[in-house]
């Protein structure tokens, strides 16, 4: 049983691939997505290897990782490890307007859940309840609109500048980005260019604004491409925002009581730990094709 629950908000500050292991469609190497709203997603078992995997990068001390994130399979013992992360489901997804560059494109649906996971993390969000209907949208920047519509990607959307949407998007951007000036950028964009779609609207982009990449294997004898070696691979792209559900335990160990070495702590002093590592070193690599620069995230874990 977890005693202490936390959030952890993860920005996506190069693409993303979390790869699905299996494809059906055109794309060769698709990304993981939810099966009942087909948004993109982290696996919470990836999010927990891609961080024991860095755990010593980020200043974890390596006497730490049997007790926090569990033993190697071949150590000869058997306890579960003290942390524990949920899947990461998609807030906040950038989009091409017109005017601004991109928005942050959301949706009732998306900011419900993630209100939904930080009220129960400890970290209640008061955020009021929007309706938005398909062809609308709700938006603080009018300086986004032409006219009455916003231009997104080859789409046009009636407008409203909403009234309680700038204090919804400074909640959730002061939440999500750590408060440090090189970052400040973007949480001041996510404040102001903050844009509420209908969850169908937003269910479209959420499908078919991922970033796509063709790749080509070389034939190492010819040095041109190789038959059959065209695939497309799926990536999430940079300024997505996800959000995973953090919980932590008391460490556990299958040693006897006299055998201990001193590293026992409680729940709430293993998510310290974890914390105060993020917090000092918020740069994680998550999924694959690490060589290429894929996978760099911000993280940030917001606590009750």
Same mark, same amino acid.
């Given at each position: 049983?977890?005693?202490?629950?936390?959030?952890?908000?993860?920005?996506?500050?190069?693409?993303?691939?979390?790869?699905?292991?299996?494809?059906?469609?055109?794309?060769?190497?698709?990304?993981?997505?939810?099966?009942?709203?087909?948004?993109?997603?982290?696996?919470?078992?990836?999010?927990?290897?891609?961080?024991?995997?860095?755990?010593?990068?980020?200043?974890?001390?390596?006497?730490?990782?049997? @007790?926090?994130?569990?033993?190697?399979?071949?150590?000869g013992?058997l306890?579960?490890?003290?942390?524990?992360?949920?899947?990461?489901?998609?807030?906040?997804?950038?989009?091409?307007?017109?005017?601004?560059?991109?928005?942050?494109?959301?949706?009732?649906?998306?900011?419900?859940?993630?209100?939904?996971?930080?009220?129960?993390?400890?970290?209640?969000?008061?955020? @009021?309840?929007?309706?938005?209907?398909?062809?609308?949208?709700?938006?603080?920047?009018?300086?986004?609109?032409?006219?009455?519509?916003?231009?997104?990607e080859?789409?046009?959307?009636?407008?409203?500048?909403?009234?309680?949407?700038?204090?919804?998007?400074?909640?959730?951007?002061?939440?999500?980005?750590?408060?440090?000036?090189?970052?400040?950028?973007?949480?001041?964009?996510?404040k102001?260019?903050?844009?509420?779609?209908?969850d169908?609207?937003?269910?479209?982009?959420? *499908?078919?604004?991922?970033l796509?990449?063709?790749?080509?294997?070389?034939?190492?004898?010819?040095?041109?491409?190789?038959?059959?070696?065209?695939?497309?691979?799926?990536?999430?792209?940079?300024?997505?925002?996800?959000?995973?559900?953090?919980?932590?335990?008391?460490?556990?160990?299958?040693?006897?009581?006299? *055998?201990k070495?001193?590293?026992?702590?409680?729940?709430?002093?293993?998510?310290?730990?974890?914390?105060?590592?993020?917090?000092?070193?918020?740069?994680?690599?998550?999924?694959?094709?690490?060589?290429?620069g894929?996978?760099?995230?911000?993280?940030?874990?917001? *606590?009750?």
């Open positions: 049983m977890f005693q202490q629950h936390a959030a952890l908000f993860l920005y996506a500050v190069s693409p993303v691939h979390m790869g699905a292991g299996q494809a059906i469609g055109v794309i060769d190497n698709p990304i993981q997505r939810e099966r009942h709203t087909g948004h993109p997603c982290f696996a919470g078992s990836g999010i927990k290897g891609a961080l024991r995997h860095n755990f010593e990068a980020i200043g974890g001390d390596p006497k730490l990782i049997a @007790p926090l994130f569990g033993p190697e399979s071949n150590s013992e306890h579960a490890g003290a942390i524990s992360f949920g899947d990461a489901q998609l807030v906040a997804l950038p989009v091409r307007s017109l005017k601004g560059g991109y928005v942050y494109a959301t949706c009732p649906q998306a900011l419900a859940r993630a209100q939904r996971l930080l009220t129960l993390s400890g970290a209640a969000a008061s955020w @009021p309840a929007l309706t938005v209907e398909p062809g609308h949208c709700l938006l603080a920047n009018p300086t986004l609109l032409s006219g009455d519509k916003l231009h997104l080859a789409f046009e959307y009636t407008a409203k500048v909403s009234q309680q949407l700038p204090a919804l998007s400074a909640d959730l951007a002061a939440r999500a980005l750590p408060a440090d000036p090189a970052y400040a950028f973007f949480a001041d964009k996510l102001t260019d903050l844009v509420v779609l209908s169908t609207d937003f269910g479209y982009f959420a *499908e078919h604004a991922m796509v990449e063709p790749h080509v294997r070389i034939d190492a004898d010819t040095g041109t491409a190789a038959e059959g070696g065209l695939f497309y691979t799926e990536n999430l792209p940079p300024e997505s925002l996800l959000i995973a559900p953090l919980m932590a335990s008391q460490t556990r160990t299958s040693r006897k009581k006299d *055998e070495e001193g590293w026992e702590n409680d729940a709430k002093e293993v998510l310290i730990k974890l914390t105060n590592l993020i917090t000092a070193k918020p740069l994680l690599q998550l999924g694959g094709d690490a060589t290429t894929r996978g760099l995230v911000l993280a940030k874990v917001v *606590e009750g």
